[in-house]
């Protein structure tokens, strides 16, 4: 079992930048594989970005590469998202995300993930 909770969301404005957290309880955080998804008002919950436990290696979505860099401290047993450039596209709530299993097929896919966070709000404003 692991409990996640995120912290760092809040209002920028169009191309600023914010850092999102998840900090992750127990001592077996380096086991895990995490990941960020986010969702706007009326849509899915889509991915975002993923790094694995082993050789940290990340995953982002088309729509984020470039932008956003998707980091861990398993020490502190937390991940980070650096989000740089931001846009009004990207307002909505961020999910973390954690699992014990990594596949990388199916890295973007929020059903295998087993443990999520609460969430933190990101508004961008134009």
């Known amino acids: 079992q692991v409990q996640l909770v995120e912290s760092g969301g809040g209002l920028v404005q169009a191309g600023g930048s914010l850092r999102l957290s998840c900090t992750a309880s127990?001592?077996?955080?380096?086991?895990?594989?995490m990941g960020w998804f986010r969702q706007a008002p009326g849509k899915e919950r889509e991915f975002v970005a993923a790094?694995?436990?082993?050789?940290?290696?990340?995953y982002y979505a088309d729509s984020v590469k470039g932008r956003f860099t998707i980091s861990r401290d398993n020490a502190k047993n937390t991940v980070y998202l650096q989000m740089n450039s931001l846009k009004p596209e990207d307002t909505a709530v961020y999910y973390c995300?954690?699992?014990?299993?990594?596949?990388?097929?199916?890295?973007?896919?929020?059903?295998?993930?087993?443990?999520w966070g609460q969430g933190t709000q990101v508004t961008v404003s134009s």
């Open positions: 995300a954690a699992d014990r299993w990594f596949i990388a097929a199916k890295v973007a896919d929020r059903h295998e993930y087993n443990y």
């Open positions: 127990g001592r077996t955080f380096s086991s895990y594989a």
């Open positions: 790094i694995t436990q082993s050789f940290g290696n990340t």
